[in-house]
């Protein structure tokens, strides 16, 4: 029963189960509009309306939770059963421009709508205010834009706005704050200002502009008057009339007024905390122009121009000089005088540095001239007390040039080929300018204008020049040119190529001479030899000065310690030291010391063969025997080791002297002795028979090597040609 029961529950739960519906939904998607457009003016209402477009498999309640933009801030959020939503703003600022987007969340989906972008046209007016109503000229005034309603970044402009004449705007960007301050400087003839102000903003479209503000009147005091300026007799006036000028000004305050009076910058006089100035002068040509009368006090300064107008009452005088130009001791006039001829007090002047020298007090001076009355000259002029001085006139008065010596700048009248040559003219005397030629040989090289000297740097050195250097020198003087002795100049050639020689050449027996011979390709004379032997320093051996390309030195008596590597050095006024390369010397013994030491070793020789063979027939039989043993061995065996050894032999020998001889088989002797010469000694070997006493039974020929000694070194010695080593570089 229960189970029946249990079947019944299991069924029922499965079609409770199968008849319940699942609430399904999505968004098709979200969009926002504008109305009533996306440009409304400022001060319109407008709404921006959301709305959510969403697909549901019953109709069932959603709860849709809308949130509003702008500019990726949030500024409305509202929740919702239906699928639209309204973010009302009644009254639309420029601060309402922007790009506006909604997001829509239902259940745990959300859905972001495209932004839109909307323009609030139009931005509010301004307001302008003053600090002062009334400011006197040089004083501040300071000004405050504002626009309360708009939103930072912003731009404000201040507009100084004066009668018959265009406003001046300023500049003013506020990147915080929704108004902004200038302060204007009241300047003077600013009577009556006028002020107003407006702002810009930056949108998509470019910049907007708001109206013009409220305009503010600011009403401007003067301190002081302009200040005038008047001239007595006149304006126009002729050179010689006392000329009187008076400058003043009406002020409120005289304290701190300040009256400067001035010709173009110069300013002839000035007066303090008084109302006029007066200024006077004897009126000259040099007094017309323009004059200023300026008035400041603080900031304030107001200037008043005057032109004035001298005519000439006579011209300036001019001065004429017999000569501009001449020689010592000649005579010079000079004449002063006034076109028209009018009378006049005149004086010749000289110019120095330490002022004008007065000559005389006359229109004509005339005088005979020296080389210290060169100068410039000028003259006056009085009329009325009038002073006119005339033009300068330059005089120059010349001494004859001496004649002029030519010298090489380094001393010596010689160069290194190759190097350069400098040269220097002098004269001692003349007066300057002179000019200096020089020539190298008939060709003229250079021309220099200087006071006493002019030098010349002659590059191109050759050993064929010819004719020498000289120069001339010449200035106004009537006298003419004058010219140098000849300079010949000595061109030193460098040494070059350097060797060293010897006789004899490589070997040289003990006690011998050798002569060294030392030489160069070219170089001027005399060259200075050195001959050096190398060691552990460099020891010099000998040296000489010769008037030649070479020179021999003569060595006596060669020792054992004088072998070793020997070279030459040469140099000459090129002060250029060039090595030859070296050469190698041997010092070996003589020919009769080698007798004397072969003698010697073969008499030692031939007594040890003695006792040896007394020895060998004093022991007898027993002897015998043992030679008959070793015989057969010893006749078969040839020997090659020197007597030094310790073997008898016995017989003869002799010495080959001839080329055709046989070579050494030791090949590991080492290039001394396969380079030298071998004798060969022939020996004869007795063969012993055992059933005699020993007697000669055949002979066989066997070779000893004996080294020579080179005699090739005794004929260099009297040989007379010297062999070298190749040229040094």
Same mark, same amino acid.
């Given at each position: 029963?229960?189970?029946?029961?249990?079947?019944?529950?299991?069924?029922?739960?499965?079609?409770?189960?199968? &008849?319940?519906?699942?609430?399904?939904?999505?968004?098709? &998607?979200?969009? $926002?509009?504008?109305?009533? %457009?996306?440009?409304?003016?400022?001060?319109?209402?407008?709404? $921006?309306?959301? *709305?959510?477009?969403?697909?549901?498999?019953?109709?069932?309640?959603?709860?849709?939770?809308?949130?509003?933009?702008?500019?990726?801030?949030?500024?409305?959020?509202?929740?919702?059963?239906?699928?639209?939503?309204?973010?009302?703003?009644?009254?639309?600022?420029?601060?309402?421009?922007?790009?506006?987007?909604?997001?829509?969340?239902?259940?745990?989906?959300?859905?972001?709508?495209?932004?839109?972008?909307?323009?609030?046209?139009?931005?509010?007016?301004?307001? !302008?205010?003053?600090?002062?109503?009334?400011?006197?000229?040089?004083?501040?005034?300071?000004?405050?834009?504002?626009?309360?309603?708009?939103?930072?970044?912003?731009?404000?402009?201040?507009?100084?706005?004066?009668?018959?004449?265009?406003?001046?705007?300023?500049?003013?960007?506020?990147?915080?704050?929704?108004?902004?301050?200038?302060?204007?400087?009241?300047?003077?003839?600013?009577?009556?200002?006028?002020?107003?102000?407006?702002?810009?903003?930056? +949108?998509?479209?470019?910049?907007?502009?708001?109206?013009?503000?409220?305009?503010?009147?600011?009403?401007?005091?003067?301190?002081?008057?302009?200040?005038?300026?008047?001239?007595?007799?006149?304006?126009?006036?002729?050179? &010689?009339?006392?000329?009187?000028?008076?400058?003043?000004?009406?002020?409120?305050?005289?304290?701190?007024?300040?009256? $400067?009076?001035?010709?173009?910058?110069?300013?002839?006089?000035?007066?303090?905390?008084?109302?006029?100035?007066?200024?006077?002068?004897?009126?000259?040509?040099?007094?017309?122009?323009?004059?200023?009368?300026?008035?400041?006090?603080?900031?304030?300064?107001?200037?008043?121009?005057?032109?004035?107008?001298?005519?000439?009452?006579?011209?300036?005088?001019?001065?004429?000089?017999?000569?501009?130009?001449?020689?010592?001791?000649?005579?010079?006039?000079?004449?002063?005088?006034?076109?028209?001829?009018?009378?006049?007090?005149?004086?010749?002047?000289?110019? %120095?540095?330490?002022?004008?020298?007065?000559?005389?007090? %006359?229109?004509?001076?005339?005088?005979? +001239?020296?080389?210290?009355?060169?100068?410039?000259?000028?003259?006056?002029?009085?009329?009325?007390?009038?002073?006119?001085?005339?033009?300068?006139?330059?005089?120059?008065?010349?001494?004859?040039?001496?004649?002029?010596?030519?010298?090489?700048?380094? &001393?010596?009248?010689?160069?290194?080929?190759?190097?350069?040559?400098?040269?220097?003219? *002098?004269?001692?005397?003349?007066?300057?300018?002179?000019?200096?030629?020089?020539?190298?040989?008939?060709?003229?090289?250079?021309?220099?204008?200087?006071?006493?000297?002019?030098?010349?740097?002659?590059?191109?050195?050759?050993?064929?020049?010819?004719?020498?250097?000289?120069?001339?020198?010449?200035?106004?003087?009537?006298?003419?040119?004058?010219?140098?002795?000849?300079?010949?100049?000595?061109?030193?050639?460098?040494?070059?190529?350097?060797?060293?020689?010897?006789?004899?050449?490589?070997?040289?027996?003990?006690?011998?001479?050798?002569?060294?011979?030392?030489?160069?390709?070219?170089?001027?004379?005399?060259?200075?030899?050195?001959?050096?032997?190398?060691?552990?320093?460099?020891?010099?051996?000998?040296?000489?000065?010769?008037?030649?390309?070479?020179?021999?030195?003569?060595?006596?008596?060669?020792?054992?310690?004088?072998?070793?590597?020997?070279?030459?050095?040469?140099?000459?006024?090129?002060? +250029?030291?060039?090595?030859?390369?070296?050469?190698?010397?041997?010092?070996?013994?003589?020919?009769?010391?080698?007798?004397?030491?072969?003698?010697?070793?073969?008499?030692?020789?031939?007594?040890?063969?003695?006792?040896?063979?007394?020895?060998?027939?004093?022991?007898?039989?027993?002897?015998?025997?043992?030679?008959?043993?070793?015989?057969?061995?010893?006749?078969?065996?040839? !020997?090659?080791?020197?007597?030094?050894?310790?073997?008898?032999?016995?017989? %003869?020998?002799?010495?080959?002297?001839?080329?055709?001889?046989?070579?050494?088989?030791?090949?590991?002797?080492?290039?001394?002795?396969?380079?030298?010469?071998?004798?060969?000694?022939?020996?004869?070997?007795?063969?012993?028979?055992? *059933?005699?006493?020993?007697?000669?039974?055949?002979?066989?020929?066997?070779?000893?090597?004996?080294?020579?000694?080179?005699?090739?070194?005794?004929?260099?010695?009297?040989?007379?040609?010297?062999?070298?080593?190749?040229?040094?570089?």
């Amino acid at each position: 029963m229960y189970l029946a029961l249990l079947v019944i529950f299991l069924q029922c739960s499965e079609l409770y189960a199968q &008849g319940k519906v699942y609430q399904v939904f999505t968004f098709n &998607g979200v969009k $926002i509009k504008v109305e009533p %457009s996306d440009k409304v003016k400022n001060g319109a209402p407008m709404s $921006i309306i959301c *709305h959510a477009d969403i697909s549901k498999n019953t109709d069932f309640q959603l709860k849709h939770n809308f949130t509003f933009f702008k500019d990726g801030k949030l500024v409305f959020m509202t929740i919702s059963d239906k699928e639209d939503a309204r973010y009302e703003i009644p009254v639309a600022k420029s601060a309402d421009t922007g790009d506006y987007e909604c997001r829509v969340k239902a259940g745990d989906k959300l859905v972001i709508s495209k932004p839109i972008y909307v323009w609030v046209a139009g931005m509010t007016k301004p307001i !302008l205010t003053a600090d002062k109503k009334e400011v006197s000229e040089g004083e501040i005034v300071k000004l405050r834009c504002e626009l309360p309603e708009e939103v930072p970044p912003l731009e404000f402009y201040f507009r100084k706005i004066k009668t018959n004449s265009e406003p001046i705007a300023k500049r003013v960007a506020e990147q915080n704050q929704n108004f902004s301050e200038m302060e204007y400087y009241v300047e003077a003839g600013d009577n009556i200002l006028q002020f107003d102000c407006f702002g810009k903003r930056q +949108v998509k479209s470019g910049w907007e502009s708001s109206q013009h503000s409220n305009k503010t009147l600011v009403t401007v005091k003067e301190p002081f008057r302009n200040p005038t300026l008047i001239t007595t007799p006149s304006n126009n006036l002729t050179e &010689g009339d006392i000329i009187e000028f008076q400058c003043s000004t009406v002020a409120a305050e005289m304290r701190g007024i300040e009256i $400067i009076f001035q010709k173009n910058r110069t300013i002839l006089n000035s007066v303090r905390d008084k109302k006029s100035l007066k200024y006077s002068t004897l009126a000259t040509q040099e007094d017309s122009g323009e004059y200023l009368c300026k008035v400041e006090q603080g900031a304030v300064s107001k200037t008043t121009k005057l032109n004035v107008f001298v005519s000439e009452l006579f011209p300036k005088p001019t001065l004429s000089a017999s000569m501009t130009q001449l020689d010592e001791n000649k005579d010079l006039i000079l004449n002063c005088s006034i076109n028209g001829s009018r009378r006049a007090n005149f004086s010749i002047l000289r110019k %120095s540095s330490s002022g004008d020298i007065l000559l005389k007090k %006359s229109r004509i001076l005339a005088i005979k +001239v020296n080389v210290n009355d060169t100068g410039s000259y000028t003259c006056k002029a009085e009329v009325k007390g009038i002073v006119k001085e005339s033009k300068p006139v330059r005089i120059s008065v010349y001494a004859p040039v001496s004649k002029p010596t030519l010298s090489v700048v380094s &001393g010596s009248p010689e160069v290194v080929l190759g190097n350069p040559l400098q040269l220097i003219c *002098h004269s001692v005397m003349g007066t300057p300018p002179i000019t200096f030629t020089f020539y190298k040989g008939d060709e003229i090289k250079k021309n220099v204008t200087n006071d006493t000297y002019a030098t010349f740097l002659d590059e191109d050195i050759g050993l064929n020049d010819n004719g020498g250097y000289k120069c001339d020198a010449r200035n106004n003087h009537s006298s003419g040119v004058k010219t140098s002795n000849i300079l010949n100049v000595t061109v030193i050639v460098p040494i070059r190529g350097a060797s060293l020689g010897s006789v004899p050449y490589g070997e040289v027996e003990v006690g011998s001479d050798t002569a060294f011979l030392c030489s160069v390709k070219e170089g001027s004379w005399p060259i200075h030899f050195k001959f050096f032997k190398k060691t552990d320093h460099e020891e010099l051996l000998h040296e000489a000065r010769e008037y030649s390309d070479r020179t021999i030195w003569h060595k006596k008596t060669m020792k054992r310690r004088d072998t070793g590597t020997y070279y030459c050095m040469a140099s000459n006024r090129a002060s +250029v030291d060039v090595r030859s390369h070296p050469i190698t010397i041997s010092v070996i013994l003589a020919a009769w010391q080698k007798g004397v030491i072969a003698a010697f070793v073969l008499t030692a020789m031939a007594g040890a063969g003695a006792v040896a063979l007394w020895w060998f027939l004093s022991k007898g039989p027993s002897m015998e025997m043992s030679g008959s043993a070793l015989a057969p061995s010893l006749a078969s065996e040839k !020997l090659t080791r020197p007597p030094s050894d310790g073997n008898y032999y016995s017989g %003869s020998g002799y010495i080959e002297d001839n080329e055709n001889h046989m070579k050494s088989t030791d090949e590991s002797k080492g290039p001394d002795l396969e380079s030298a010469e071998v004798d060969y000694t022939e020996v004869e070997v007795s063969t012993l028979d055992p *059933h005699r006493a020993p007697e000669q039974k055949g002979t066989e020929t066997v070779y000893s090597e004996i080294r020579k000694t080179n005699n090739d070194s005794m004929e260099n010695r009297h040989s007379q040609r010297i062999y070298g080593h190749p040229d040094a570089t």
